[in-house]
């Protein structure tokens, strides 16, 4: 996992996450401060995302994006990321639990299984 993608995880901004191969694309938000980093997965809390769970169903393929400018990018301030990877909902396990003692409003967790992340700026 890159450093300067993991410096840029520690400050508060929107994620967006997107099923681009859904007719048409599903697209949510959450914050920065949601999302953990586990192995090579993002666990990320969903109360709704219902739009890209539904996608996941027929094509689990997600892009998730992030950015901060407090962090140095490659032409200045600013660093932005886009992760592509395969999501899945769990309702229940250790990962949910742990999630849900964070954020107890969460009735799902989203993991994304990471295939790569390629800085964009």
Sequence with gaps: MNEKFLAVLKHEGPVTIVSPYAQPAAVVNTWM???SVVGNELHIPA??????????????RVTVTFGSKEVEGTVGPGAGF???GRARFESSGPAFDEKKKQFPWLTRLLVVTIDDIQQKI
């Design 33 to 35: 401060s949601y999302v």
């Design 47 to 60: 109360a709704g995302m219902h739009s890209v769970e539904e996608a996941a169903k027929t094509d689990d």
């Design 82 to 84: 886009h992760v592509h």
